[in-house]
């Protein structure tokens, strides 16, 4: 009886060893076969981090920058002188202001006055009015010009509708003395009287060395914005197409001093 009740504790045991044994081998048991944490969550198949974020794929401080900055370039030598000449060229006094030094013919003198351009290239000086300054006021605009620097200033032209233009040049009045700059801001065209009104930038030319390379035998043309930016500085092609075959003072043309009274 003894040994049937131990055959039988035998049995039992065996039992349970093989069902645990199976169990650890058995992947279809759920504590075998492994829970979330084996099978990797969300932290292994990776997260936003892992992919890229926003600052990874690229900022827009990475993106901009460095193509702003290479945008700005240095100035060539003829736009810095253009820019030069175009801060201090009122100093000089315009061509045509003879409240500068005497008048002949007995009359009284005048300030210097608008002038309405001549040319039908309205890219350039056409349709504007403009009035003209010179570094070397002897020798403008026979010559010599060795160091001569020559500037047309000028406006959009705006049709005068009201009185203002009622006084002549010969009745300007100025109290600031025979240094200030006089001007008389109205000239004749096509229909009727205009003013100079908003400023259409500088049309600039100084002469240098005629061995200068990449001048016009020493002659530079520069063109500046009314902004004050220079948009053009050395052999100018649209310059150079007028000054070299029709200007009557080797590349000027020069502004006669009697001026003609709207």
Request: aromatic content about 8%; glycine content about 14%.
């Amino acid at each position: 009886m003894r040994n049937l009740r131990f055959a039988y504790l035998i049995a039992i045991l065996g039992v349970g060893a093989c069902g645990s044994k199976s169990g650890a081998n058995n992947p279809g048991t759920g504590g075998a076969s492994g829970g979330a944490g084996t099978t990797g969550g969300a932290g292994t198949s990776g997260g936003a981090g892992t992919i890229g974020s926003a600052g990874t794929t690229g900022s827009g401080g990475s993106t901009g920058g460095a193509m702003d900055a290479s945008v700005d370039r240095a100035l060539t030598p003829f736009e810095e002188q253009a820019l030069a000449i175009a801060a201090e060229y009122t100093a000089w006094g315009r061509v045509d202001d003879e409240l500068r030094w005497a008048p002949w013919l007995c009359r009284q003198p005048y300030p210097g006055i608008t002038r309405m351009s001549q040319s039908n290239d309205e890219a350039s000086h056409g349709r504007k009015l403009y009035s003209v300054f010179a570094k070397k006021h002897d020798t403008y605009p026979d010559g010599p010009h060795d160091g001569q620097v020559v500037v047309k200033q000028s406006w959009i032209p705006e049709l005068v509708t009201d009185s203002d233009a009622g006084a002549l040049p010969n009745h300007y009045i100025n109290d600031a003395g025979i240094d200030a700059d006089h001007f008389y801001p109205y000239a004749k065209g096509d229909g009727g009287v205009y003013r100079a009104a908003a400023p259409a930038g500088l049309f600039i030319m100084f002469r240098l060395d005629p061995a200068t390379p990449d001048t016009d035998e020493g002659w530079v043309y520069a063109t500046v914005s009314a902004a004050g930016q220079v948009t053009a500085a050395g052999r100018v092609a649209s310059c150079m197409g007028c000054h070299e075959t029709s200007a009557t003072h080797e590349r000027l043309y020069g502004v006669p001093l009697s001026p003609s009274i709207p």
